[in-house]
């Protein structure tokens, strides 16, 4: 029986939403299972890593580059970012596409903060204008850096990192705070209408993977990281906006970055669930909660609609 296998934002993005009538009875109907809380452990039960992990600069740097020299080295994701000053702290409202940026900004700005990394023994550089990564010996020992997704919006003090590894990357941060501040190229970007890019974040260090599988044979995406992935596991990776509800293969559509979740249920979920009377449905939020939808299910009319997902 071909699986449709949705990857979804946590529960409590839908608090607000009324479920439509006919997928609140098929998620009442459905088996329910609990798995560990967060994207990290969401794509964990879907990707088969050795070793365990999910070093995202890695896995995108081989789908920007494809270079053999992947595996020669660990990377670190460096991506700009806007961070903005309150009065409690400072804000990280931007990093990376979000922050709009072009090959006008990486030829302006990546030059000028090449020999700063250089002073420190690392290797900047940009093959994508919005992924920028350090290559680091394989051996060296980071501390743990924060995922965009967990920072944004939040003070960035709340998210710096912290042990015995960490201090050489605070020194590191503030000098690229201080150099792009002074920047002539903000400038001209802010004369623009477009706000500074006055930091750079790091994240997603590791080297790598030895091996990556995963049970469906099609992984829909638009995360770069998931994409880079499926290069390595030599799956077949597609953007979103390539699935098309009626295909009849294993798939997995990855849909943690879509932010409206009426949209969610009436252009995803409902259609999806309507698709169980002939496949397998999993519906995988990123806070452990899951719906197992099956062909037979519609049958077990003593059980009640579900009536909210939060």
Request: glycine content about 8%; cysteine-free; proline content about 7%.
């Amino acid at each position: 029986m071909p699986r449709l296998t949705l990857l979804l934002p946590s529960t409590v993005r839908f608090a607000s939403s009324t479920l439509p009538m006919a997928l609140s009875k098929r998620l009442g109907r459905a088996d329910q299972g609990q798995g560990g809380v967060g994207e990290l452990a969401l794509l964990a039960r879907h990707f088969d890593v050795l070793p365990r992990g999910w070093p995202a600069a890695a896995l995108t740097r081989l789908l920007d580059t494809g270079d053999e020299d992947v595996r020669l080295g660990a990377w670190l994701r460096v991506d700009p970012a806007h961070i903005r000053p309150d009065i409690n702290g400072a804000r990280l409202l931007g990093i990376g596409r979000t922050v709009g940026l072009d090959q006008d900004d990486v030829e302006a700005l990546l030059p000028a903060l090449k020999p700063l990394f250089g002073d420190f023994g690392f290797q900047l550089d940009a093959p994508h204008p919005t992924r920028w990564y350090l290559r680091l010996p394989r051996e060296a020992k980071l501390p743990a850096f924060a995922a965009p997704e967990d920072a944004l919006g939040d003070d960035i003090f709340d998210h710096l990192p912290d042990g015995p590894e960490a201090r050489r990357w605070r020194i590191l941060q503030n000098e690229v705070q201080v150099l792009l501040h002074n920047h002539p190229h903000n400038a001209a970007r802010l004369a623009s209408g477009r706000v500074a890019v006055n930091a750079l974040w790091f994240w997603g260090s590791g080297v790598l993977p030895d091996a990556l599988s995963s049970d469906a044979l099609t992984i829909f995406s638009d995360d770069s990281a998931v994409q880079g992935a499926a290069r390595l596991g030599k799956l077949q990776g597609m953007p979103l906006s390539a699935f098309q509800h009626g295909t009849e293969h294993d798939a997995l559509v990855d849909l943690r970055g879509q932010r409206d979740p009426r949209q969610l249920l009436d252009a995803w979920l409902v259609p999806a669930a309507r698709l169980a009377d002939r496949r397998a449905v999993t519906f995988d939020f990123a806070d452990g909660r899951a719906f197992h939808l099956r062909p037979g299910q519609r049958w077990r009319i003593w059980r009640r609609p579900l009536a909210e997902l939060a």
